[in-house]
């Protein structure tokens, strides 16, 4: 079953206010995608991984994601498009402020895109479902610098600049070989395979009950 974007946002909305915490499906989100690419790359030890983050909840999604990947032993570089000020939502602090207590990950911020490596894996979790107008700096050096990039290239719910409501695409979209959203199907996901690679949804523990009055 597809849904709209709008009926996922009231199915958090929903969960949240029945006492499932955002962060709990934020931790659950990102948890579900280092399963997925560990089960896909089998090896992730000593991988170079290049996570861009976004100050919203996507970018929240990805720095969780951080932490589970060091606990694989991979080297993970954050770069955050921005200034930690800038985060956006509670969950995306609480989460950078445990990242900022993890020697074993390089944090980056601000817009300088210039890397002494050659990453193995790009995450992108810079944009998600909140998407509306052309995509402005450092996000779009973000996205091309991806699309540039030859490594294995990992979405975080929707390639940034894809609208997951109709498909279609900002001014610029990253170009990925996996894409991993959450809970159910968003209706334009599965239009744009050519971006969004192999698709898998995971469930993030929302109630089912959460659903009701909404679908």
Known sequence: MEISVDDMYKIENKGHEMGFLKKFMMENAGAASVKRLAEKLENLQSKQILIFVGLGNNGGDGLVMARHLAGYDAKVTVMLLGTPDKIKTEESNWNWSILEKMPSIRLLTGNSIHFDFNPDIIIDSILG????????????????????????????????????????????????????????MKKGIPKRKDLTGEIFVEKIGIPPEAEDGVL
């Open 129 to 184: 479902t909140g998407i509306s107008g052309d995509i402005k700096e450092p996000y779009a050096s973000a996205i091309n610098y991806i699309n540039e990039t030859n490594s294995y290239k990992f979405a975080v719910d929707v390639p940034s600049g894809l609208d997951p409501q109709t498909g279609d695409t900002a001014n610029i979209c990253t170009k990925c070989d996996m894409t991993v959203t959450f809970h159910k």
